[in-house]
């Protein structure tokens, strides 16, 4: 059972250029989060899904975008990047079970852009 | 608007010490609430959640959470630090909606 799978581990950019983080999980979880951590800042919740076909803004969406067209995957799209998304982005899931809840993390992405 | 805040984004107490983690959340509906630790260069591990059932809440390592509604939180104790406590600490609710929010974190320093 592989949980959450996150993709890449670590990625340079340039200014301006585009990327895709991918993030995939095994547990048939419904809802589906991303976030960013930066030191002092706690995480940040960018973009999340409630379901595959559904997503909402989070507290800090700006050049961000995502899309679920499956249960199981949930990209994130940083169209032009700048240097204020150099940052960690964790992806995570959880059931919609009341009573878990626990949220499943990725490994994390150490992006930084130059 | 949802907000989790955390009072205190650093907090130091001597080994043996009570330890008190400050959480309060925005919200008119009781929702779901978490506290989750992060050790240095370690991903975040659930210590304990609120879920509506008691609202004393257990978790591991000792730390327990007590949800009060009337005052919109849901702190962190532990009645004796130890040094392997030293971490930090995040608050994270689930609002209706399903949105996640976590608050910024507090850091615990634990003295000899």
């Known amino acids: 059972n592989a949980g959450v799978t996150q993709t890449p581990k670590f990625r340079i950019l340039k200014i301006g250029q585009s990327m895709t983080l991918q993030c995939t999980q095994d547990m048939n979880h419904n809802y589906m989060y991303w976030y960013r951590q930066d030191p002092g800042m706690g995480l940040k919740l960018i973009y999340y899904?409630?379901?595959?076909?559904?997503?909402d803004k989070g507290e800090v969406p700006n050049g961000y975008n995502v899309s679920r067209s499956t249960t199981e995957d949930f990209p994130l799209r940083l169209e032009l990047a700048a240097p204020s998304q150099t940052s960690v982005y964790f992806c995570?899931?959880?059931?919609?079970?009341?009573?878990?809840?626990?949220?499943?993390f990725g490994e994390g992405s150490r992006l930084t852009v130059l | 608007a949802q907000s989790v805040t955390q009072l205190g984004s650093h907090v130091s107490v001597s080994e043996g010490a009570l330890v008190l983690l400050r959480c309060n959340y925005s919200?008119?509906?009781?929702?779901?609430l978490f506290w989750y630790v992060q050790y240095p260069n370690q991903g975040l591990q659930l210590l304990l959640k609120y879920t509506s059932a008691a609202t004393l809440v257990k978790g591991i390592n000792g730390f327990e959470a007590e949800f009060k509604k009337s005052e919109t939180s849901f702190h962190l104790t532990k009645p004796s630090a130890h040094m392997s406590d030293a971490a930090e600490y995040f608050c994270?609710?689930?609002?209706?909606?399903?949105?996640?929010?976590f608050g910024q974190g507090t850091e615990l320093s634990v003295k000899p």
């Open positions: 919200s008119s509906v009781p929702p779901y």
């Open positions: 994270a609710v689930i609002f209706q909606g399903g949105k996640l929010i």
């Open positions: 995570a899931s959880r059931s919609g079970h009341p009573n878990t809840g626990e949220l499943f």
């Open positions: 899904s409630v379901g595959a076909g559904i997503t």
